[in-house]
């Protein structure tokens, strides 16, 4: 019989007796995915109150009906043939039985937010999801189980038993909307760097914050967003000095803040990421993109390139 133990929510079962004597007998069996139906990989929502002002106000989500286009039907082909090479291949985690808790335990929301609250292994198909009613906002790709993994373990993410590097692109969301504007920003100039005294650059614990607050303006069309009291004592600002300061730095484009933009660059970012996909797929590699599709407030795209072997 089979034992089970609850440890923290995390349950762990394993064999015993004449089942555990069966399993060392057959061993280590990949077991091959049936890849989803192409229906199933293009998805659009919306809120069930188009009228509210506060996401509150909005409602749940609602999935409605996807339009039967020539470009839906290519997105899901696409992806269809992306999972289908996705189905075999091993995507894991290296990590021991303890380490594994620890992630676990961490996407459960305890040590960091915005990530997923289970850890499925077998979840490595992908879907896109369009946003607002429109087939136009959003597009991000979710369903890979590494979308939740916190980026102190990704490091640990394999492919095939190959270890795997991260590459960001910081503020990409910004940079999308000041490139629609004309305005071309050099590589080397930080957008979260809104003037704040004594400013460390990437390792500024004040970045994280000034970052939650600009990606989330750029989607908060009722204007009522703010930080919590926490991160504005870490700023050392007030609320209103935070938005006036921000407003400054980013005068250009600072008329497109509160106007819902963010689900555009989404779209943006969505199609490079389904770009990086098609490319790498042609050449046989195992490319998974991880933040292109999985960062929904970051504006920070990651790339992570596997290994180069081909298939």
């Not at 139906?37 to 009228?51: A, G, Q, S, W």
């Not at 590589?187 to 000034?210: A, F, H, M, S, T």
């Not at 970012?269 to 389904?274: D, L, M, T, V």
């Amino acid at each position: 019989m089979p034992l089970q133990v609850e440890v923290k929510g995390v349950t762990r079962m394993w064999a015993s007796g004449h089942l555990r004597h069966s399993f060392d007998g057959i061993g280590l069996v990949w077991l091959s995915q049936e890849v989803k139906p192409k229906e199933d990989l293009v998805m659009l929502r919306d809120f069930n109150n188009l009228e509210g002002k506060s996401k509150t106000a909005r409602g749940a989500k609602v999935v409605l009906e996807v339009p039967e286009t020539s470009e839906v039907n290519d997105y899901r082909a696409r992806l269809h043939e992306y999972n289908s090479f996705l189905v075999r291949h091993c995507v894991a985690l290296a990590v021991n039985d303890d380490q594994l808790s620890t992630i676990a335990q961490r996407m459960q929301g305890k040590d960091e937010s915005d990530v997923t609250k289970a850890l499925n292994l077998s979840s490595v198909q992908l879907r896109r999801m369009f946003s607002r009613g429109s087939m136009q906002k959003g597009g991000r790709f979710f369903g890979g189980w590494w979308r939740g993994v916190p980026s102190l373990y990704r490091p640990h993410i394999t492919i095939d038993g190959y270890q795997t590097v991260e590459i960001d692109y910081s503020s990409m969301a910004l940079r999308i909307i000041y490139a629609r504007r004309g305005h071309q920003v050099p590589e080397d100039v930080d957008l979260y760097d809104i003037g704040l005294d004594n400013w460390e650059g990437p390792l500024d614990k004040r970045r994280k914050p000034i970052k939650t607050y600009i990606n989330a303006i750029l989607n908060d069309e009722s204007g009522r967003y703010r930080l919590t009291k926490d991160e504005l004592e870490i700023l050392g600002v007030t609320q209103k000095i935070l938005h006036q300061k921000l407003l400054e730095r980013h005068e250009a484009i600072s008329d497109l803040f509160n106007t819902g933009i963010g689900m555009d660059t989404q779209f943006i970012e969505s199609n490079i990421a389904s770009l990086v996909i098609s490319k790498m797929l042609y050449e046989g590699i195992l490319g998974q993109q991880h933040r292109l599709t999985l960062k929904d407030h970051g504006g920070e795209v990651t790339l992570v390139k596997r290994h180069q072997r081909r298939t």
